[in-house]
């Protein structure tokens, strides 16, 4: 009877269990809920690009660089000692520091120390330019080095060709200082080590990232932007302008989220930066809409030089012609020479473009870039 007793609890037992208990079992977690993008909260506020940047976006909409990193190569270990990089450009201009401000450039960061920015005088963008970088001696371990195209203002380039990245080494390889190979990677492009005035560019690149809206509005990475305290979550890499900032330094940080606001890869994709506002920003072409001469100096089409008498900043759509020079009426103004008539008939010289500078393909030495500082 005992035995009985028993083996009538053990089903009851067995059977309340396969039942799901007496009403304890845990509610089944609903799935989170995915992040959604938000605007620029307290102080801050998205303005429009300034005048000059819309028109020199327009004027560089259909420029598409392709940069190559020429050597090292990709998981090179280097020695001891400073090391030479050399890259070459197809299909940008590089226009050095002048009145205006940088022009087109390429930007190099290794790892998060201060970029170099490299022009170079002698390019217009019609051919391959070649380039070479002396750099520091890197510290033992691993390290990413990204190259980018940038605008004038500092942007990053982020069609196809404009960016590349490989990873060095020093004594040995260690992988734990790099993110997976294929993995989401979040580089800042705001142009921090220059002058910089409101609406100030907050701009990024984003290498291996998952795709964006495959499957109509689902959200595969955020990027979550804090200024002074403030946050917000953006879902498109297009560069935002933003007023609101502090006089004087300014803590930024960026972090790369998953769709769930999660963070994605973390720790190399949080990054914490200082902008430091000054009065001016640094550059002219900041102060209002371009003339077609300021546009074509800082796309290298034309010399930085001071124009002449005679030409006048466009209102509308292009330079002023220069005024002809008065023929004499005179009998002693016809009797001059040919010469000197030639010369007085002479219009006032007007800036042309640099000449075409032929493909540096031949063999010849690299150029030598110049660091804008």
Known sequence: MGLTRGLVAMLLCLAVLLTGGWGLRSPVPSPPEAVSPSAPAGALQEVAPPLAVQQMQGEMAELRPQLRILAPADDTVLPAGPWLLELSIDGWPLVAEGALGIGPHLVVQLDDQPPHRLTDPASDGSGTTFLQLPMEPLRPGSHRLTVYAARPWGEAVKSAGGSSQIRLHRVAPNPLQLPPPGSAQLISAIPVDRPIAEPVPIDWLLLDAPLQRLRGDDRQ????????????????????????LRPGANAVQLELLDGLGEP????????????????????????GKLTALERDQLLGRASAAVAPPGLEAESGAGVAEPKAAEQPTDDAGA????????VAAQPEPVLEPLPHQPDRDDGSEPFDATVAS
């Open 264 to 287: 994605l890869n973390p720790p190399f994709n949080s990054l914490v930066q200082e902008i430091s506002l000054s009065g001016d920003g640094g550059s002219l072409w900041r102060n």
């Open 335 to 342: 009797a001059e020479s040919e010469e000197g008539l030639a």
């Open 221 to 244: 990475w955020l990027l979550r932007v804090t200024i002074n305290g403030d946050s917000f979550l953006a879902d498109q890499q297009t560069t935002l302008w933003l007023k609101g």
